[in-house]
């Protein structure tokens, strides 16, 4: 199992990139074959696996010396940088010569370039990304799409709550994913004429569909694969992402009020740390890049070595697993109204 | 001042609508002059008079029999229940009667009929509704449209930021607010066709405009007001709600592990619910309904109380102010392209 491994794509690259690798080759065991291919500058590479012991990783290194920033305009990585780690990774997979990508990287521009690149699974209209929420059961609930299309058609939309429930039924483990429309209402005569159409697609598709979900359903679980545009979708989880850092400040102010307070907080904190750790985005080990001829997982620039590790995980699962296989021959048996396309 | 209350609103009505009124005498004192019209059944209101000690509050009953249910459908109280608590409260004060109506029953019942009956502030295209999120500082933010239009055009959004300026002013106190338009991205380049003219829009109105702000901007308070379509607003609100009961649960379940787990979580609960209380979404007193020519606070279903007296409060704080005045003036004063119109 080799991965092309964007070693310049997060804030703390290619430092966290190579804690991650040496943390997932050490989870996954040596009988795995996992191999990691560092692509990236080779220098800065070298000088992060000098600070650990990487005897138990299997690695090789792609130089390339060319980096996207986060600031980048992603349609310009592959006219301008395609001499970037990010390029370079993506066209290793796409040559066969990885069989999966990963990157903490410019999300946008892993989106742009791996459609480009990769090339999308037949039947797929539009790739989407996906995002794992924390719910109240032990499973998370997958909401798609979580950025990538901001201007959604219903045959979108439809898309992407197949792939999300293939996905969530592969990597979770779950047969039926019940799927849900986030809407304004529970009610089917709620909201926008794009939500209209989408919910009669919904309806007479083969998915597990519970109807329209409200906003206060994700957290709660109340279904398993949230689907939504990637304007509300993106907007939602960075509202989600902001929560636990909200939190903190809170209890700090708090604690600044006074020296019994600072007591109670400071007895308090050791569980509500544990507590607060299964809401950690860090730990749902990035989002999946949907509907390409390949696998490419995504993590947040700000990844955590953990982070990293489970991201490298989770692509070593997803690429070890049918899910393209399974999302073309699942479109290739739906029928959508033209007027839907 | 002159509230009428619709006391069949909301899921406790009569009781908690009686117990609000209540409170909120006993906080404005004899002085304020403060009289609730009880707008219902009024053997049911008698009923819930008796229950309490109402000697501190200066009420009325206006007895009407039919009461508008949260599943009847917002544009039909207007044809078929002219007798209903919503509607007669809304015309005591289209008719001068009242100074302000406050409601917790079905809000988009109330704003259509709002609209309806109380008129458009001249300039208005679209009343919308705001909701108050705690922030980790002192002032709340403010979200419009919470969840009144679901398809809005650039004008639409731009009338929601200038109204919720001059209501976050008025109310919260705060000379020049500052608003900003919620996107999926900080650069003026982000977002659909409708948020990028908006966003034009906004750079050239009189207001502390500060640009395009993220999902997460909002509980860290990087803006006062927050203006995006009611889609997005609804679900991020609902979103938003469904936070405090999630932490119970996850605390529950913790607690739930074992006696030591327990133990533990018995000894913060005191601290964390003094801390959490900040995000009660009961403090706020309701939300308003912006753009009609008159004072309509509206508040959850489940409103408590202590939420009906918020209600009423805010009832009679906007209603002291000239915030209609505002809008109108501020309205008369701006030019809007053709195509946003």
């Known amino acids: 199992m080799r991965i092309a491994l964007d070693a310049m794509g997060g804030d703390f690259a290619p430092d966290n990139e190579v804690q991650g690798a040496v943390l997932a080759a050490k989870t996954l065991g040596i009988q795995s074959n996992l191999e990691v291919i560092f692509v990236g500058r080779e220098k800065d590479i070298l000088s992060a696996l000098s600070k650990v012991d990487a005897s138990g990783l299997n690695y090789s290194i792609f130089h390339t010396d060319e ?12 006219k301008k940088k395609r001499n970037s780690s990010l390029f370079k990774g993506i066209e290793l997979h796409a040559d066969g010569k990885a069989d999966a990508f990963v990157s903490a990287g410019n999300t946008g521009a892993v989106m742009t370039t791996g459609t480009l690149v990769l090339g999308r699974i037949k039947g797929v209209t539009r790739p989407t990304i996906g995002s794992f929420f924390p719910t109240v059961h032990k499973r998370p609930a997958l909401l798609v799409d979580a950025g ?18 293939i996905y969530y039924s592969k990597i979770i483990g779950v047969e039926h994913p019940k799927v849900g429309l986030l ?7 709620k909201g926008t004429e794009v939500i209209l159409q989408t919910y009669e697609l919904l309806e007479q598709s083969p998915l597990n569909f519970t109807g329209n979900v409200e906003g206060r359903d994700i957290l709660f679980g109340e279904a398993d694969v949230f689907v939504c545009d990637g304007f509300t979708g993106n907007i939602i989880l960075k509202f ?3 929560i636990i850092g909200v939190l903190k400040a809170k209890v700090k102010q708090h604690a600044d009020k006074g020296f019994l307070e600072k007591l109670a907080v400071g007895a308090m904190a050791p569980t509500l740390r544990k507590i607060l750790k299964e809401f950690d ?18 993590g947040h620039g700000k990844s955590s070595p953990k982070a990293i590790e489970n991201m490298i995980l989770r692509a070593v699962d997803v690429a070890s697993k049918n899910v393209n296989g399974l999302i073309a021959s699942t479109l290739a048996t739906l029928t959508i109204p033209a007027e839907n396309t």
Do not use: W
Request: proline letters at 5%; glycine letters at 14%.
């Open 67 to 78: 980096v996207v920033g986060m600031g980048d305009e992603p349609a310009t990585v592959i």
């Open 148 to 165: 990538a299309n901001i201007d959604c058609k219903p045959r979108h939309l439809y898309e992407f709550a197949i792939m999300g429930s």
């Open 183 to 189: 809407n304004i209402g529970e009610e089917r005569t």
């Open 240 to 242: 989600a992402e902001s």
């Open 281 to 298: 985005y860090q730990e749902y080990g990035g989002v999946p890049l949907l509907g390409v001829n390949g696998v490419a997982i995504i």
